[in-house]
Nanobody
């Protein structure tokens, strides 16, 4: 069955860095767009970054541009989110999700599988 397992979250100081990983299994990873989304306490789901199936294109939410970098390794079935220059407002549960298309969309109904999430807390 399809599994998405996130890791790499934790407690970090403002200005610090974290590297989130999502290990995928149970489907042909290289055929599907993948996205990272987050949910902060008391807020709705926010799309953070997505990457096309072949890695040829990406998108970033405006507040993370220049600080977050998404990448994927189709040989290892992993998608990674490098987070630099952390801010307290980055505190959230981060989820990776599999799109039903080769592109990475921003429509929640276009994602059929989600991971369990990994918590990122930014605090001094």
């Amino acid at each position: 069955q399809v599994q998405l397992v996130e890791s790499g979250g934790g407690l970090a100081q403002p200005g610090g860095s974290l590297r989130l990983s999502c290990a995928a299994s149970g489907f042909t990873f290289s055929n599907y767009g993948m996205t990272w989304a987050r949910r902060a306490p008391g807020k709705g789901l926010e799309w953070v970054s997505g990457i096309w199936a072949d890695g040829s294109d990406t998108y970033y939410e405006d507040s993370v541009k220049g600080r977050f970098t998404i990448s994927r390794d189709n040989a290892k079935n992993t998608v990674t989110l490098q987070i630099n220059s952390l801010k307290p407002e980055d505190t959230a549960e981060y989820y990776c999700a599999k799109c039903v298309f080769m592109r990475a969309s921003r429509g929640v109904y276009e994602y059929d599988y989600w991971g369990q999430g990994t918590q990122v807390t930014v605090s001094s």
